[in-house]
């Protein structure tokens, strides 16, 4: 099991019950960082946004 594998589990761990606020997290972070680019990187922080998402919403075994 390498380093990242650990990272993952653990980030994984952490999620569980806790979608919800972390998907919010998540959009205000991203809110935050377009309002202070003058919306400059808007497209790539949508991908970055919508890619933390899904890792959220991907089922866990």
Do not use: C, N, W, Y
């Not at 202070?36 to 075994?61: C, H, L, N, W, Y």
């Amino acid at each position: 099991m390498s380093i990242f594998d650990d990272i993952k589990g653990r980030a994984e761990g952490l999620l569980r019950g806790h979608e919800v606020q972390v998907k919010d997290g998540i959009q205000k972070a991203g809110d935050f960082i377009d309002s202070k680019t003058g919306e400059k990187f808007k497209d790539q922080i949508d991908g970055v946004q919508q890619a933390a998402s899904d890792f959220v919403d991907r089922p866990k075994a």
